[in-house]
């Protein structure tokens, strides 16, 4: 059983920076494609970044490329969602999961981007 806890988020003005870890629990976890995903206030989770279990491909939503990278460090069990040039529109709450049959969600880490 995979359990997730999400870190990273703040405050931060547009521009800045944050990098969000996602620390997971359970041996199985370099065996699972994995996504970072967002829900703003009043709106839908959606996927905006993912990277397969060898970490030899990643996708991003079309709203973050070029600004933020996934990656993820298999020995720490740990993804990592580096967001660069933040904008007001990418304030959410983040989270990660299995990008294929997810588990139940995290928490989650607060993004506030102020303009």
């Known amino acids: 059983q995979v359990q997730l806890v999400e870190s990273g988020g703040g405050l931060v003005q547009a521009g800045g920076s944050l990098r969000l870890s996602c620390a997971a629990s359970g041996h199985t976890f370099y065996m699972y494609d994995m996504g970072w995903f967002r829900q703003a206030l009043g709106k839908e989770r959606e996927l905006v970044a993912a990277?397969?279990?060898?970490?030899?491909?990643?996708y991003y939503a079309d709203s973050v490329k070029g600004r933020f990278t996934i990656s993820r460090d298999n020995a720490l069990n740990t993804v990592y969602l580096q967001m660069n040039n933040l904008k007001p529109e990418d304030t959410a709450v983040y989270f990660c999961?299995?990008?294929?049959?997810?588990?139940?969600w995290g928490q989650g880490t607060q993004v506030t981007v102020s303009s």
């Open positions: 999961n299995l990008l294929y049959s997810p588990i139940p």
């Open positions: 990277i397969r279990w060898s970490g030899g491909s990643t």
